[in-house]
Nanobody, 125 residues
Framework: QVQLVESGGGLVQAGDSLRLSCAASGRSFGSSAMGWFRQAPGKEREFVAVCDRSGGIRNYGDSVKGRFTISRDNAKNTVYLEMNSLKPEDTAVYYC??????????????????WGQGTQVTVSS
């Protein structure tokens, strides 16, 4: 079983940068595809970014392409989300998630094995 704990959220201004971290416990992290999702108030949770277990294959949602970067450090059991050029519409609770079988296509569709508790990101204009 894997447990995920996100950190790094906060209140920033438009144009600022922020890096989220997701620390995982358990032995399965290194073999899992990992991803980030977000949910804004009154909206459905949406896909942000995923990477395969090596970190070499990465996919992004259209709204964050070119601004956000997902990466991972398997030695530290941690996945990151570097967010640049933040916009007010990026305001949401950001969730880390993982899928044990490394199928990033299914992970994109939120077919996950485990979720983190979420971290709030607020971008002011």
């Amino acid at each position: 079983q894997v447990q995920l704990v996100e950190s790094g959220g906060g209140l920033v201004q438009a144009g600022d940068s922020l890096r989220l971290s997701c620390a995982a416990s358990g032995r399965s992290f290194g073999s899992s595809a990992m991803g980030w999702f977000r949910q804004a108030p009154g909206k459905e949770r949406e896909f942000v970014a995923v990477c395969d277990r090596s970190g070499g294959i990465r996919n992004y949602g259209d709204s964050v392409k070119g601004r956000f970067t997902i990466s991972r450090d398997n030695a530290k059991n941690t996945v990151y989300l570097e967010m640049n050029s933040l916009k007010p519409e990026d305001t949401a609770v950001y969730y880390c998630a993982g899928r044990l079988d490394n199928l990033i296509i299914d992970l994109r569709r939120q077919r996950v094995n485990y979720w983190g508790q979420g971290t709030q990101v607020t971008v002011s204009s």
